[in-house]
């Protein structure tokens, strides 16, 4: 079930994104995590998959319902070698600037397509659960590069 805490979830984890990524050079985007993906390409991949749910928000409004495509199962690794190709600063920006567009689009759904969209996937409406397992992971590598 969607709730308004959602709304605040999501808008805390783009302020901790913001917050993690305004000092971070870019060895330390290009760091590599313990899943071999570098901090970087982690942010492109946040940046990506609210993209996704930003296109489909606009489809669910232009069709009046939800209609997901199947493809998330290995999408993540089909784009992993696009995702490495974005430099390290712009995957960073891109992921802030699709993180606040979703947050506000998000927070400007009917009911009814927030419902539509909870009901298929919770984690396109709560954002903040994927957003912060993925920031805590980044966090967790950088404090063991200090």
């Known amino acids: 079930m969607v709730t308004k805490k959602m709304f605040q979830a999501n808008r805390d984890s783009t302020i901790r994104m913001k917050a993690l990524l305004q000092d971070l050079s870019d060895q330390q985007l290009l760091s590599v995590m313990p899943n071999g993906w570098s901090v970087s390409v982690t942010l492109a991949h946040l940046a990506f998959w609210d993209n996704r749910v930003i296109h489909l928000i606009e489809s669910s409004k232009k069709e009046g319902k939800v209609n997901p495509s199947n493809f998330e199962d290995s999408i993540n690794d089909i ?58 992971e980044i966090e967790a590598l950088l404090k063991t590069a200090d």
Do not use: G, K, Y
Not at 107 to 118: G, H, I, T, V
Not at 124 to 136: A, F, I, K, P, T
């Open 79 to 136: 784009m992993e070698p696009f995702l490495r190709a974005i430099p390290a600063a712009e995957a960073a920006a891109m992921a802030v600037r699709n993180a606040e567009t979703l947050d506000l689009m998000l927070e400007e759904c009917s009911d009814e397509l927030l419902n539509q969209l909870d009901v298929v996937n919770h984690r396109w409406v709560d954002r903040s659960l994927h957003r912060n397992s993925h920031l805590d």
